[in-house]
């Protein structure tokens, strides 16, 4: 009877055990050693902050709003905001965690830098009807973290010193620094003028065309370059939002603008002097506004109308050409590309004229590939002898589905080889290496 106890009393200390290892130590959050859970300072999502106040270790207070689902400065200036800017610090505000309580009921913010705060970063989220605000103070001994609190509390705390750079945000921080506002993808001229020269291109379809100072093709992705540079393009700081005397700063006369059209619509930069830290004044023409640039802008804005000229020599390709003619001296050969029939029939290339005959046609595909591939080296200018009035070679091809047809004639002088267009002005200098492999390849289809 004695044992029968014993084992009821260490039953039932078994079973009491188990209970609480269950129902204590198994709810217990478990952390890393040393590591201790932090507390989120808000309980809120950066999606739903509509209003900020931000004011700075210098002390100047700017007012976002958001509308539409975009920010917008209201004060100290009515301005667009940089976007990116702003969702940073909505987004550091919905995330920000204390790394370590200082003091719970702090008696003497002086010795944290709070007694007067550094930054003082303020939001409302939708409905709230008052701003919640944190302060910053000093940095700690070690310069990890910052001292800090909210406004309505005495509680110190301690945040990551790296979101000083985040929330202490000037105005000109805040506000959108693109230097011109458009849409790009209905961008389809541009216009660039100096005191020497004016260029100007135009876009038909998907193609850009040179129009000043000659008619050309355009090198596509040179002209996108560009409007991408003016799109992405960035005061550097702001000079005055009311210009009162454009011509301290260059800008009644500019030395230099840029011009997008979208049809109706244009939007034009002016780049005038430079300004005492090296940079350069400029404008949008539409704002009374004057800011600087770098000056690596103006350097591109100025380059010469060939830099933004096509430099293929041929528009087609050996998978879409049909036709070609090839005139060397008083010899003329035409070939054409025959189409396939049957069963994984491929289509082939067959000499036309003077005779008919098959080609071979690895070496046709060869010849193809250099000749397409030839691309301008630099522009001859209008005096240079070019050899082009006796050409030595001329190749005439119709492609994608005979639809199109372009003409190009080949010239030497002396060492150098030329190419010219039909209906394209300007001569193109060529590698001479390239060209001489071009004409291997032909002598190879005899």
């Given amino acids: 009877m004695r044992g029968f106890r014993s084992t009821l009393v260490l039953l039932a200390i078994l079973i009491g055990l188990v209970a609480y290892i269950y129902f204590v130590e198994s709810r217990k ?19 739903k902050i509509v209003e900020l106040s931000v004011k700075p270790a210098s002390g100047e207070e700017t007012v976002l709003k958001r509308a539409d689902g975009s920010w917008q400065i209201v004060q100290p200036v009515q301005s667009a905001a940089d976007q990116a800017e702003v969702s940073g610090i909505t987004t550091n505000l919905a995330t920000l965690e204390i790394q370590r309580v200082v003091d719970e009921n702090a ?35 070690t310069g990890g973290d910052l001292y800090a609190r909210l406004q309505s509390r005495k509680k110190v705390f301690l945040v990551s010193a790296f979101l000083e750079s985040t929330f202490s945000r000037s105005t000109f921080d805040l506000r959108d620094k693109a230097v011109l506002t458009f849409d790009r993808n209905r961008v389809d001229s541009v216009a660039l003028a100096s005191l020497d020269k004016k260029v100007e291109l135009a876009k038909s379809g998907e193609d850009w065309s040179l129009t000043r100072p000659i008619e050309a093709r355009a090198d596509f992705g040179a002209v996108e370059g560009l409007i991408g540079r003016l799109q992405t393009a960035q005061m550097k700081s702001l000079v005055t939002t009311e210009a009162k005397d454009l011509e301290e700063y260059g800008l009644d006369k500019p030395d230099l ?31 009374p506004l004057v800011f600087t640039v770098e000056a690596g802008l103006a350097d ?145 289809l005899k």
């Fill in 29 to 47: 959050t478990t952390t890393p050693a040393g590591e201790e859970a932090k507390q989120k300072v808000f309980s809120v999502a950066a999606d």
């Fill in 107 to 141: 008696g003497d913010l002086k010795q944290y830098g709070l007694a007067e705060p550094r930054v003082d970063v303020g939001f409302k989220a939708t409905g709230d009807k008052d701003f919640h605000h944190l302060l910053i103070g000093d940095k700690t001994a």
């Fill in 257 to 287: 603008s840029a011009t997008l059209g979208a049809g109706s619509a244009r939007a034009t930069l002016q780049i005038g002097k430079k300004a005492p830290d090296g940079t350069l004044y400029a404008r949008d023409a539409s704002r």
């Fill in 300 to 444: 591109e804005l100025e380059k010469p109308s060939d830099d933004y000229r096509r430099k293929d020599v041929f528009e087609f390709r050996p998978y879409n050409a049909n036709r070609l003619e090839i005139t060397r001296g008083t010899d003329t050969l035409v070939f054409e590309k025959t189409e396939a029939s049957g069963k994984d029939a491929t289509e082939k290339w067959r000499q036309v004229s003077p005779a008919a005959r098959e080609v071979d046609g690895p070496k046709m595909d060869e010849f193809l590939t250099k000749l397409t591939n030839l691309r301008t080296q630099s522009w001859a200018a209008a005096s240079a002898k070019t050899g082009l009035d006796k050409p030595v070679l001329t190749a005439s091809a119709r492609f994608d589905d005979g639809k199109r047809l372009e003409r190009v004639a080949f010239g030497k002088a002396g060492p150098d080889v030329y190419a010219s267009r039909t209906g394209e002005a300007g001569a193109a200098k060529l590698d001479s290496v390239e060209f001489d492999a071009v004409m291997k390849a032909l002598d190879a």
